[in-house]
């Protein structure tokens, strides 16, 4: 693990422990969650773990500390090693229950054909998707006449038919499209990949980034969520990052949308390169931040009471 002395989007001094939770090794879990953190000791080798979350007082990222290291992520993402599938089944949870179910299908054509259409509707050709394991989320029909690639941190798994795989990201290609969909809540430094794949893109394409919106959630119960994610974002905090890392934020919004076996909120921006001339409004910045905290919890009861 790796101790932050400052904030790892702003690099603001102005960081604060804001809450934490702590991770005792079980014979068994006690349910879904703790299932997760079993898994996480179990590929970090501990008995026992404090996971702490920090506020930033500059962008307001809420963030992992300490958060993990290189030798961490690769030990937490080796697919090498058994999978937490073996921990889900102990407490009643199966892959067809999680990810082969009737719901996590119709979830994934839905989510590869909104992808489609934003792809389709920009005009691009010559598309990445970094983050994206196999290239699953580029898998839809209309995308078939596409240049389609994939670049992802594991690097083991066997990209799809009609996918090409990249190895790095200092390669001599130009992308036109990139998706970057629910990567960014589980990388320590958050301005990595979107400084790398800045310089990929041509200067006329986007990028279409997708984060969970959980930030309430956090502010509220003071603990931090799954195992996985090391950042919570709201609207300025993207907006932040984008600006550091040479982006232009062109739209952003919070969506309800399907994901795996559920529904999440989201944060869903699209990026553009940013040039000379492009600057956003930073009067209501305080006021955005209230309103992304009361419209997760609205949108986080209108789903419990659908979904009881």
């Not at 990222?61 to 992520?73: C, H, K, M």
């Not at 979830?107 to 050709?125: F, K, P, V, W």
């Not at 499209?177 to 006329?204: A, N, Y």
């Not at 739209?251 to 795996?260: A, C, D, R």
Request: proline share 4%.
């Amino acid at each position: 693990m790796k101790l932050l002395s400052e904030c790892p989007l702003c690099k603001s001094k102005k960081i604060g422990k804001y809450g934490k939770k702590v991770l005792t090794k079980r014979f068994k879990p006690k349910n879904a969650i703790d299932a997760e953190d079993q898994f996480l000791l179990e590929r970090l080798k501990k008995n026992t773990l404090a996971r702490s979350i920090c506020l930033c007082r500059s962008c307001y990222l809420l963030f992992q500390n300490p958060t993990y290291n290189q030798v961490d992520l690769k030990n937490l993402y080796n697919k090498s090693k058994p999978g937490i599938i073996r921990y889900y089944e102990s407490v009643g949870l199966t892959t067809e229950n999680l990810w082969a179910s009737t719901v996590s299908q119709k979830n994934l054509a839905e989510r590869q054909s909104r992808y489609a259409n934003e792809i389709i509707n920009r005009g691009g050709t010559k598309i990445l998707d970094y983050g994206g394991d196999s290239g699953i989320n580029l898998l839809h029909c209309s995308l078939n006449d596409t240049e389609r690639y994939v670049y992802d941190f594991g690097q083991d798994s066997l990209p799809e038919n009609g996918i090409h795989q990249i190895k790095s990201l200092n390669v001599d290609h130009r992308f036109n499209f990139m998706l970057h969909t629910h990567v960014l809540e589980h990388e320590p430094d958050p301005q990595f990949s979107l400084s790398k794949l800045r310089h990929l893109i041509s200067p006329e394409g986007a990028l279409l980034l997708e984060v969970p919106f959980e930030y309430a959630e956090r502010l509220l119960i003071r603990r931090p969520g799954a195992v996985w994610h090391v950042n919570y974002f709201n609207r300025k905090s993207i907006i932040e990052l984008a600006e550091r890392t040479g982006w232009f934020c062109e739209t952003i919004k919070i969506k309800n949308l399907p994901y795996g076996h559920i529904s999440t909120n989201c944060i869903i921006a699209i990026l553009r390169p940013a040039f000379k001339g492009l600057k956003r409004k930073r009067s209501l910045e305080n006021i955005q931040i209230v309103y992304d905290i009361i419209l997760s919890l609205f949108m986080r009861l209108i789903y419990d009471q659908f979904h009881a």
